[in-house]
């Protein structure tokens, strides 16, 4: 079993005895080791960004991906700003008041919540420049009360995300 290290991003303060934001290596049972001291400035998506393209996800059937071009073109040109403790977006379902953030790594078996086909996985990920050699890829974790979210970096100006079976990619500004 593969160990994933993630770092708590003190984008939000706990109180005492409150219980740490659930990742998603911890929602898929891997194990996760926490490290609490990391800092807003280690969230490498803090900051402005804008959503430049849509795709469909490469797990969905093909009958259903012209519909979800469509879909995906809807959020294509919004604007997200990740601040400490908040995501600012002119779409409101990306809005979030209490944003918490994770930094970490996954491996190429767990990208967009482990749903990229099996066996195909390092392509896919090569495909859509996550990593070169099967590499780990650095990522956040944010959670809000509207849904949990993961970013993966292509580079540090450019993250993915999957929602409705659309991957997102957003591009700082």
């Known amino acids: 079993m593969r160990t994933w290290t993630l770092t708590l991003v003190a984008a939000l303060v706990l109180g ?10 911890e929602k898929a049972g891997r194990t996760e080791k926490v490290d609490r001291t990391g800092t807003a400035e280690r969230n490498g998506l803090i900051g402005k960004w804008s959503i430049v393209e849509a795709a469909p996800a490469p797990w969905v059937r093909s009958k259903e991906r012209n519909s979800l071009v469509e879909h995906g073109r809807k959020l294509v040109a919004t604007e997200v700003t990740f601040e400490p403790g908040a995501i600012v977006s002119t779409n409101q379902s990306l809005a979030c008041k209490r944003a918490m953030y994770q930094v970490g790594t996954y ?12 066996g195909s996985q390092d392509r896919i990920a090569r495909d859509l420049g996550l990593t070169k050699g099967g ?17 993966h970096f292509r580079d540090r100006n450019t993250a993915l995300f ?4 659309v991957i997102y990619t957003l591009k700082r500004r």
């Open 16 to 25: 005492a005895g409150a219980a740490p934001l659930a990742s998603a290596a």
């Open 107 to 118: 491996p190429t078996d767990a990208l967009f919540r482990g749903l990229l086909p099996d």
């Open 135 to 151: 590499a780990d890829v650095p990522s956040v974790d944010v959670d809000c009360a509207g849904g949990f979210f993961t970013y």
């Open 162 to 165: 999957a929602w409705d079976d």
